[in-house]
């Protein structure tokens, strides 16, 4: 991906990531079933052989509880850094799992729960990272499930592809001007535009990654990925028009 010279001063960030903290930025708070989530989690953990201990659970998290030492004493087993994580990231990950991808509630508590044992599960390389960014990994997890969530649907669904009609002549253009802009401006345009599995596909293609490419990795058919393409291509044209002045 093509970057402007004043975002080539600066390390380049992963466009995921750079999705993910976008994401973390839109999520509206929702507290709706999180005591039921709560219990589901903490029996997956326990099912993964963790054996909670330590302090009792619903132990307020202190101040200086950083992200970093609650998932350490997570890993030891300390159940009381299990609700401090729970409590602090858990609505955030629920609004935007059900508000913002609009999944529905057994798909978006399913998804929430991943995110959170995927962390415990990768938490050795997320504590080795530095910056250590666990809200980011909690939302990167979310959308990738949410992503593959949105594939597996479209897999039953018989998709049609765009009629060329329909296509826009422009789309090449636009492609063009995306390339051209940076990885966060790119990330926050995709974020508030478009849904994970249209960003994933966009973000693809602008990879230089074909169709049979995109459908491959996607495990969905190249006729409907032609059309996410066309459909986010569409969502992002009108993005950028709002933003110009009038």
């Known amino acids: 991906m093509h970057r402007s010279s004043q975002a080539n001063l600066f390390p380049p960030v992963p466009l995921a990531d750079l999705l993910a903290r976008a994401a973390m930025l839109s999520a509206p708070a929702d507290a709706t079933d999180l ?6 989690l903490f029996g997956r953990l326990r099912a993964t052989g963790w054996v909670p201990s330590g302090d009792l659970r619903g132990r307020p998290p ?3 509880d950083s992200d970093e030492a609650l998932l350490a004493a997570l890993v030891r ?23 913002r991808l609009r999944l529905q509630p057994a798909d978006a508590a399913d998804a929430v729960q991943e995110a ?4 415990f599960q990768k938490a050795e390389a997320v504590l080795a990272h530095e910056p250590v960014n666990v809200p980011g990994f ?5 959308r ?38 940076t990885a966060e401006r790119l990330a926050s345009l995709l974020e508030r535009a478009c849904n994970p599995l ?39 044209r009108e993005a950028l028009a709002e933003e110009e002045p009038s």
């Not at 959170?116 to 962390?119: E, I, N, R, T, Y």
């Open 35 to 40: 005591t039921r989530l709560r219990g589901l």
């Open 62 to 64: 202190r101040l200086a």
């Open 77 to 99: 087993g300390d159940a009381a850094a299990f609700d401090a994580l729970f409590d602090r990231h858990a609505a955030r990950l629920n609004g935007y799992a059900r508000r």
């Open 116 to 119: 959170f044992l995927v962390l």
């Open 138 to 142: 909690l939302f990167g997890t979310l």
């Open 144 to 181: 990738n499930k949410a992503a593959r969530l949105l594939a597996a649907r479209s897999r039953d669904a018989a998709v049609d592809p765009p009629d060329d009609r329909e296509l826009s002549l422009d789309e090449g253009g636009l492609s063009a001007l995306l390339q051209r802009e």
């Open 198 to 236: 249209e960003q994933e596909v966009v973000s693809m293609d602008l990879d230089d990654r074909d169709g049979p490419e995109i459908a491959l990795a996607l495990g969905i058919t190249p006729n409907y990925v032609r059309q996410l393409r066309h459909r986010a291509f569409g969502k992002l």
